[in-house]
């Protein structure tokens, strides 16, 4: 277990030792962000945007959140990617993704074609015009369960279109919800014209918890 102080809070990651390997946990604030369990969607958000990509090469990734490295680890295992640049407001992250993580997530830092920025999304986002192919959005929780307050302009109409101009014609934003929300859906439509949801439930989990939902568009 390792704890460093950042821009949202106390970061404290946590490894445990189970059945299947070792396991991580991220809490930041004393709020639970992360853990290796969610592993599958995060790298599932990787997939269901690429596969919408129609290119043979060549494909330039924005990842905001660089979490446990799951989502960019997927991200790089498509051999069409050519380069990533990741926004990770806290270096603590990415830290321990250089360190701890290294094994875990396949080094997936160190790989060449990846340039990591501390830094907020927007930030990246403002200065980038349609410069991507691919925007991964996993920076929080979901709209309503944000690790860092100033994510909030991100969800709305005119942060979604900021993104929008990020994209190339053709290019495709996905965004990680631990739930789906209607509100997020809404936004999305009137910022791209388009957007579709994939709901996954999670059957390890209580019965009462709602899916994880990863939402879609392009830019047309």
Known sequence: MESLEGRSGTLILFE??????KRYEITIGGHFVMAASD???E??????VLSRIDRSEGIAVFVGGLGL??????????????????????EAIIRWNRTYLRQFNEGAVLDGRVAIRCTDVLNVMGKK???FDAVLMDVDNGPTFLVFEGNAPLYTVRG????RRSLKRGGVLGIWSNRPDDLLM???KAAFGNAEVELIADENLRED?????????VRR
């Open 16 to 21: 445990r030792e189970t059945p299947l390997g």
């Open 39 to 41: 592993g599958p969607t």
């Open 43 to 48: 790298r599932r958000l990787s997939r269901a």
């Open 69 to 90: 490295g799951l989502t960019l680890m997927e991200t790089l295992s498509d051999p069409r990617v050519e380069q990533v640049i990741v926004a990770e407001i806290e």
């Open 129 to 131: 015009w349609r410069a």
């Open 160 to 163: 979604l279109r900021r993104i």
């Open 186 to 188: 809404e936004n999305l």
């Open 209 to 217: 918890l709602p899916p994880t939902a990863i939402y879609t568009s």
